[in-house]
C-alpha cells in the first residue's frame, strides 16, 4: 500500500464500510456526459463521436492528447469544464432506482463516494436529484492519480478510518473496477454488462441495494466473494 503513496489510517475502525463510485453507479449521467463531449468536439471542429469514444476509456487530459495533440490543454480543459458546470444547472439529471432509499439507509460514517469527477459538481447533482451526500467525497481534485490507480480507493479508506480489507466498492466501469481491486476491496459490479474481476455482479443497483444493506449490517462476510 505504501507505495501508492497512501497512509493507512493509523485510528482505523472494524468495518463494514461502502465506497460508490458515482456517474454509472449512482446517477445516470451517460447522455450529459455524451452531449457535454459532443459541444466541447464540435467547437474544436472534432468528430463528436469519435471524441466520445475516446473520452470514456480515458482522464481529460489524455483525450485532448489523443484527439487533440496540437491544443493547449489548458484551454481544452476549462472549454470541458464550463461545459460541465452548465450542465450541472441546466442538465437533465435521474438517480437509479433504489440510490436514495439505499444512500438513506446506510448509517453515518460508514460510506464514501470516490469519483473522477468534481466534489461541485456531485454536490450540484446530488442536491437536484434529492440524494444525500456523506462526509467523505474523494473528487479528481484530491489526488494525483486517478482511475484505475487504487489510490482513490485507498483515500476513500483513509478518510473513513477504515482498513482497505473492509470496503466494499460499488462500482459499473472497468477502471473503477480495477481501482478497487488493486486497493484490495471487495468489488461488486451494478448497471449494465459484467466487468472483469468483480467478486459479484447485480443488472441493477436496485438489486444490488439489499445486498449491500446486508453487507454493511454485518452479514456472513462469505458471501462478499459470491461463495
Given at each position: 500500500m505504501n507505495s501508492w503513496n497512501v497512509r493507512q489510517a493509523p485510528d482505523t475502525a472494524p468495518g463494514p464500510y461502502v465506497l460508490f463510485d458515482v456517474d454509472g453507479t449512482l446517477i445516470d449521467a451517460v447522455d450529459n456526459q455524451r452531449r457535454v463531449w459532443h459541444t466541447w468536439a464540435e467547437r474544436y471542429g472534432l468528430d463528436p463521436d469519435e471524441v466520445h469514444r475516446v473520452a470514456l476509456r480515458t482522464r481529460p487530459l489524455e483525450t485532448f492528447e489523443s484527439v487533440a495533440p496540437d491544443r493547449d490543454p489548458g484551454e481544452c480543459l476549462a472549454a470541458l469544464h464550463a461545459l460541465e458546470d452548465e450542465d450541472v444547472r441546466t442538465g437533465t439529471y435521474s438517480a437509479f432506482a433504489g440510490a436514495a432509499d439505499l444512500l438513506a439507509a446506510l448509517p453515518p460514517g460508514r460510506w464514501g463516494l470516490v469519483t473522477s469527477n468534481y466534489a461541485h459538481r456531485v454536490r450540484g447533482r446530488f442536491a437536484r436529484t434529492g440524494l444525500p451526500v456523506p462526509g467523505v467525497v474523494v473528487d479528481a481534485a484530491s489526488v494525483a492519480e486517478g482511475k484505475p490507480s487504487p489510490v482513490p480507493y485507498l483515500l476513500g479508506a483513509?478518510?473513513?478510518?477504515?482498513?482497505?480489507?473492509?470496503?466494499?466498492?460499488?462500482?459499473?466501469?472497468?477502471?473503477?473496477?480495477?481501482?478497487?481491486?488493486?486497493?484490495?476491496?471487495?468489488?461488486?459490479?451494478?448497471?449494465?454488462?459484467?466487468?472483469?474481476?468483480?467478486?459479484r455482479h447485480f443488472g441493477s443497483l436496485a438489486e444490488a441495494a439489499p445486498e449491500i444493506l446486508a453487507f454493511v449490517g454485518g452479514a456472513d462476510r462469505d458471501r462478499t466473494s459470491g461463495a
Open positions: 483513509e478518510l473513513l478510518g477504515a482498513r482497505p480489507a473492509d470496503c466494499l466498492v460499488v462500482e459499473d466501469a472497468p477502471s473503477g473496477v480495477t481501482a478497487g481491486l488493486r486497493a484490495g476491496m471487495t468489488v461488486w459490479g451494478v448497471n449494465g454488462p459484467e466487468v472483469d474481476g468483480v467478486h
